[in-house]
């Protein structure tokens, strides 16, 4: 009996997800999005999807300025008492559309193999398969992100003392990132985000850097005399850490300081999430999955979606999935027919930064010096 892909099987493939790994390595190939999860989440720009004729072609990012951005003059008089209050500068909305700039496509199939009818064993098969490239999506997403991260870095105009510039990456002495010494290079972060106009909401994503400090600092505060550290670390730090992707992505030690008022990510998905046929001559069906990925947790394997901020609700990033089953001539299956299942996968968005006169992002690259 062949095996077919059908809306029940889906649910069974969805349920399935977690299962297939349980007890396999290879999902260790498989890193998360930390870094991509963090900034989708704590983006704060109020972003609206752009249509045209009933399509969507991009998205629109509003946001406020001012009419005028000098300074008031100082006088050495008091100003005449007029009745009439005038003209005066004001606020004004603006915006920008961006269009999308994010494509991400992957592929796989599955031989019709005779399973004893069982559609518990194709939908193992299937998502397996299924979860496999959803993991690998989510993380080459994670790797553009960083990669944009490091693209759009600004070089900054102030410095805090014992700070120098390697083009546009800020350097701080290597020494002050060891161990608790660096509680006290937090300072040094927190006036070099003051300094440069960022935010006070601004968050730090870093590789491996204050990894193993905050960890020992944790303990290290049952001592009477290391108690201040663990707090340096984490009152009002929002740190975030990607320990296996940011430093090997930017090839070093990395830290990003980074304001979310200053960029805008959005994605978009048109494919139902039911299963639904095209009604083509290729018997095509359509369908859509959240963008869902695997992790260790306590020693199993859980399924997590990567999400992001849409105006203050967090949204699964959607998959459109097509698929096709067709004959198969190069599985001869002793002379009987047999089919191929193929599962094509999109995922559309756009990643920008907030435009700026200034050339200011608000996003900071911090290294060790060398």
Not at 38 to 57: P, S
Not at 183 to 196: G, H, K, V, W
Request: net charge negative; proline share 5%; with cysteine.
């Amino acid at each position: 009996m062949a095996q077919d892909f059908s809306k029940s099987v889906l649910e069974i493939i969805k349920a399935k997800y977690s299962e297939v790994f349980v007890g396999n390595g290879r999902i260790n190939l498989h890193k998360p999005p930390v870094t991509a999860q963090t900034v989708f989440g704590l983006q704060t720009a109020n972003v609206q999807a752009l249509y045209e004729n009933g399509k969507c072609i991009g998205a629109r990012v509003y946001y406020m300025e001012p009419e005028n951005t000098t300074l008031p003059t100082v006088s050495t008089t008091a100003p005449a008492a007029d009745c009439d209050l005038g003209p005066c500068d004001g606020l004004k909305s603006d915006f920008e559309e961006y269009t999308q700039n994010i494509y991400i496509e992957d592929c796989f199939s599955v031989d019709e193999q005779p399973l004893c009818d069982n559609e518990f064993a194709f939908a193992e098969i299937v998502a397996y398969g299924l979860q496999d490239k959803l993991s690998k999506i989510a993380e080459a997403l994670n790797k553009h992100i960083i990669e944009q991260l490091e693209v759009y870095a600004m070089t900054p105009t102030e410095l805090p003392d014992g700070a120098t510039l390697n083009g546009n990456i800020v350097n701080f002495p290597a020494d002050d990132f060891k161990g608790i010494q660096g509680a006290d290079l937090l300072a040094d972060y927190r006036q070099l985000a003051e300094l440069n106009d960022i935010s006070s909401n601004y968050f730090i994503m870093n590789g491996n850097l204050f990894y193993n400090a905050v960890y020992l600092a944790n303990y290290k505060q049952l001592n009477d005399n290391e108690r201040s550290f663990y707090a340096q670390f984490t009152d009002g730090m929002n740190m975030y850490w990607d320990t296996r992707m940011l430093d090997q992505v930017i090839g070093t030690p990395t830290s990003f300081i980074i304001d979310p008022n200053m960029y805008a990510s959005y994605f978009k998905s048109v494919y139902p999430e039911t299963l639904t046929p095209t009604m083509d001559q290729f018997n095509t069906q359509i369908f859509s999955v959240p963008l869902t990925y695997l992790v260790n947790a306590n020693g199993q394997q859980e399924v997590r979606t990567l999400t992001f901020n849409n105006n203050g609700t967090q949204e699964p990033i959607m998959v459109d999935i097509t698929y096709q089953k067709k004959c198969d001539d190069s599985n001869t299956n002793d002379g009987r027919h047999a089919a191929k299942h193929t599962w094509k996968l999109l995922v559309s968005g756009m990643f920008d930064i907030a435009p700026s006169s200034d050339g200011a992002s608000g996003i900071i690259e911090i290294q060790p010096a060398p």
